[in-house]
């Protein structure tokens, strides 16, 4: 507690983290707004304080401009402008009766141009501060620089990307064209961060980026080198505490890009990385790409292309090793169609940490569809198909499959409701599984309180066995006295891992996370926001599940989980 409370003593800068280009984009168009909204870089789920609706398998809070998103959110995130001013938040979650997430993110920013960043988190079992992430950034009309942890990508990501990853999702089949950028690190994400320092040239023809950075990954090493990276930041077991910054990486690159007109950019890009220690040959190792060695270059080349309603985009990278890979996409954009066709293909020898695609190499496209017949309606429709020709280690074949969605969502002056219904297949070597999905969710707004319903079957049949699941949620939402808050009740039965459904609730910052239920029982679920002050914001979640039966406990159990968080801001 002494530990905790110099920390917070010593921390004058303020939290939220806001790092996407396309909010900032957002800001300039739409201007300033008093309620909060916020951005984690490590994910691509949409989320707003009260009314979580995912687009993506990490979790991703942010104000969204999205077009496709109009009709299913009508009230989302709305964002404030970051001002001039000094400010600090903390989160902390207790489950039981142990204290398991503290964090603490902090801000300076001194006009438009200069911003300090700070977080310290720890997650369950981890000592206090375990992990830290700081940043100094500058940025004008014409320069970009930033020294710290920091995040980068370069044009459609095969040399280097720091974001979203390969995915499609009903909410939003379209996927969005990449760009170039550089900015500050401010995720809870322990991997992948680079630390050193960047700097950007911005020109109407011609933009320049040159980068350093030297840091450390969590990894399983044998005497051969590094075996596997171990992603989940998390340091609490003797195996976790033993992989942690094991791999060392020291990593530079530069990027140049010319846009000639408005209609078409060129990029080429080069990353250089060393390894130490090196990767185990792929021969060698029970699930390890075709990669080896202490060092790695890669090369790509990329282009857009813009002209009314049609836009082409593509990049090809090769490694040194002989690697390689190449994406394209086509889209077709007119009043109320959207229509996009990408594909990708990773060669098995084709290993880059910081690519788009660093874990699951795999050859595929994706045939997607977005329609605005009427106001307030909307149609989303895709067919993803992919096979991994690397994973013969795990299977007898290299597993393929193709997954398919039907997306429909209407609104209204006073309710709206969506209907999912997504089914995937996957062929794991003659283990076949195929998957269900049909999720309803209905609102209905009586102006001083909103109510929700969501029912959702998940169908899993496999060579093994076929289970159906089923959940159905009520909750309330509205203002009460200086704040708003959330109530939601649910009721599962999930007899089967494959058939597992994914909570999707309100939670305060800093609790990112979209776990799932799986086994029987209810979950109750509460949240609310207050405004104490005009610059402190203090906000409380408190959720219980109770099991009546759970995979190996057939008693089930009771989880309590209790989440503060504090945040105050001054504007100069």
Same mark, same amino acid.
């Given at each position: 507690?002494?530990?905790?409370?110099?920390?917070?003593?010593?921390?004058?800068?303020?939290?939220?983290?806001?790092?996407?280009?396309?909010?900032?984009?957002?800001?300039?168009?739409?201007?300033?707004?008093?309620?909060?909204?916020?951005?984690?870089?490590?994910?691509?789920?949409?989320?707003?304080?009260?009314?979580?609706?995912?687009?993506?398998?990490?979790?991703?809070?942010?104000?969204?401009?999205?077009?496709?998103?109009?009709?299913?959110?009508?009230?989302?995130?709305?964002?404030?402008?970051?001002?001039?001013?000094?400010?600090?938040?903390?989160?902390?979650?207790?489950?039981?009766?142990?204290?398991?997430?503290?964090?603490?993110?902090?801000?300076?920013?001194?006009?438009?141009?200069?911003?300090?960043?700070?977080?310290?988190?720890?997650?369950?079992?981890?000592?206090?501060?375990?992990?830290?992430?700081?940043?100094?950034?500058?940025?004008?009309?014409?320069?970009?620089?930033?020294?710290?942890?920091?995040?980068?990508?370069?044009?459609?990501?095969?040399?280097?990307?720091?974001?979203?990853?390969?995915?499609?999702?009903?909410?939003?089949?379209?996927?969005?064209?990449?760009?170039?950028?550089?900015?500050?690190?401010?995720?809870?994400?322990?991997?992948?961060?680079?630390?050193?320092?960047?700097?950007?040239?911005?020109?109407?023809?011609?933009?320049?980026?040159?980068?350093?950075?030297?840091?450390?990954?969590?990894?399983?090493?044998?005497?051969?080198?590094?075996?596997?990276?171990?992603?989940?930041?998390?340091?609490?077991?003797?195996?976790?505490?033993?992989?942690?910054?094991?791999?060392?990486?020291?990593?530079?690159?530069?990027?140049?890009?010319?846009?000639?007109?408005?209609?078409?950019?060129?990029?080429?890009?080069?990353?250089?990385?060393?390894?130490?220690?090196?990767?185990?040959?792929?021969?060698?190792? /029970?699930?390890?790409? !075709?990669?080896? &060695? #202490?060092?790695? $270059?890669?090369?790509?080349?990329?282009?857009?292309? +813009? @002209? =009314?309603?049609?836009?082409?985009?593509?990049?090809?990278?090769?490694?040194?090793?002989?690697?390689?890979?190449?994406?394209?996409?086509?889209?077709?954009?007119?009043?109320?169609?959207?229509?996009?066709?990408?594909?990708?293909?990773?060669?098995?020898?084709?290993?880059?940490?910081?690519?788009?695609?660093?874990?699951?190499?795999?050859?595929?496209?994706?045939?997607?569809?977005?329609?605005?017949?009427?106001?307030?309606?909307?149609?989303?429709?895709?067919?993803?198909?992919?096979?991994?020709?690397?994973?013969?280690?795990?299977?007898?074949?290299?597993?393929?499959?193709?997954?398919?969605?039907?997306?429909?969502?209407?609104?209204?002056?006073?309710?709206?409701?969506?209907?999912?219904?997504? /089914?995937?297949?996957? !062929?794991?070597? &003659? #283990?076949?599984? $195929?998957?269900?999905?049909?999720?309803?969710?209905? +609102? @209905? =707004?009586?102006?001083?309180?909103?109510?929700?319903?969501?029912?959702?079957?998940?169908?899993?049949?496999?060579?093994?066995?076929?289970?159906?699941?089923?959940?159905?949620?009520?909750?309330?939402?509205?203002?009460?006295?200086?704040?708003?808050?959330?109530?939601?009740?649910?009721?599962?039965?999930?007899?089967?891992?494959?058939?597992?459904?994914?909570?999707?609730?309100?939670?305060?910052?800093?609790?990112?996370?979209?776990?799932?239920?799986?086994?029987?029982?209810?979950?109750?679920?509460?949240?609310?926001?207050?405004?104490?002050?005009?610059?402190?914001?203090?906000?409380?979640?408190?959720?219980?599940?109770?099991?009546?039966?759970?995979?190996?406990?057939?008693?089930?159990?009771?989880?309590?989980?209790?989440?503060?968080?504090?945040?105050?801001?001054?504007?100069?």
């Amino acid at each position: 507690m002494k530990r905790l409370s110099i920390t917070l003593l010593t921390i004058v800068f303020f939290i939220i983290s806001v790092q996407a280009e396309e909010i900032e984009e957002y800001w300039e168009e739409h201007g300033e707004n008093d309620e909060l909204a916020f951005i984690l870089e490590y994910g691509t789920a949409c989320w707003d304080w009260l009314k979580p609706e995912i687009i993506g398998y990490r979790l991703y809070l942010s104000p969204v401009d999205s077009s496709s998103l109009e009709a299913v959110i009508p009230n989302r995130p709305k964002m404030f402008k970051p001002r001039e001013g000094i400010g600090f938040s903390f989160t902390l979650r207790n489950s039981g009766e142990a204290l398991d997430r503290r964090m603490v993110r902090s801000e300076l920013s001194y006009s438009d141009a200069v911003s300090i960043r700070y977080i310290t988190e720890s997650d369950p079992g981890e000592d206090w501060g375990d992990f830290n992430a700081y940043y100094l950034t500058y940025r004008s009309d014409s320069w970009r620089a930033v020294l710290g942890n920091y995040s980068a990508g370069f044009g459609q990501g095969l040399a280097l990307w720091r974001g979203f990853n390969w995915g499609v999702y009903p909410e939003n089949p379209v996927s969005p064209f990449k760009s170039d950028f550089l900015r500050g690190y401010s995720s809870t994400g322990e991997n992948g961060a680079l630390f050193g320092g960047g700097i950007q040239r911005m020109g109407k023809v011609i933009s320049l980026i040159a980068f350093y950075s030297d840091s450390k990954w969590d990894a399983s090493a044998g005497e051969d080198g590094v075996i596997t990276l171990q992603t989940s930041g998390e340091h609490t077991t003797s195996s976790q505490l033993e992989n942690k910054d094991k791999l060392r990486e020291r990593i530079y690159g530069s990027r140049l890009n010319i846009h000639i007109a408005s209609l078409l950019s060129l990029g080429l890009s080069m990353t250089s990385a060393d390894y130490s220690p090196p990767f185990a040959p792929g021969d060698s190792v /029970k699930g390890a790409f !075709d990669f080896a &060695g #202490d060092r790695n $270059t890669v090369w790509g080349v990329d282009g857009v292309y +813009e @002209r =009314d309603i049609f836009t082409a985009a593509g990049e090809f990278a090769r490694t040194s090793s002989g690697g390689t890979a190449g994406l394209a996409r086509f889209q077709l954009k007119f009043d109320k169609v959207t229509c996009q066709l990408s594909m990708r293909d990773f060669s098995r020898d084709f290993k880059n940490l910081r690519s788009i695609e660093p874990d699951g190499n795999e050859r595929g496209f994706t045939l997607a569809f977005s329609l605005k017949p009427w106001q307030g309606g909307l149609v989303n429709a895709y067919i993803d198909s992919w096979r991994r020709p690397w994973r013969t280690y795990s299977y007898e074949m290299p597993p393929a499959g193709y997954q398919t969605a039907l997306y429909f969502a209407q609104r209204f002056s006073e309710y709206e409701f969506s209907l999912r219904l997504r /089914k995937s297949f996957t !062929d794991r070597g &003659g #283990d076949e599984l $195929t998957r269900n999905q049909f999720r309803l969710n209905v +609102e @209905r =707004d009586l102006g001083w309180i909103t109510v929700r319903l969501r029912f959702e079957k998940m169908a899993a049949s496999s060579s093994e066995s076929d289970e159906v699941g089923y959940l159905i949620s009520g909750g309330l939402k509205g203002g009460l006295f200086t704040g708003r808050g959330e109530l939601s009740v649910s009721r599962f039965e999930i007899p089967d891992y494959d058939c597992r459904i994914y909570q999707y609730q309100a939670n305060v910052p800093g609790m990112f996370g979209v776990p799932f239920y799986y086994g029987n029982g209810f979950n109750v679920n509460v949240v609310y926001k207050l405004n104490l002050f005009r610059d402190l914001i203090l906000a409380a979640n408190a959720s219980i599940t109770q099991y009546s039966w759970k995979p190996n406990i057939p008693g089930g159990e009771i989880d309590r989980t209790f989440s503060l968080y504090l945040s105050y801001r001054r504007s100069s």
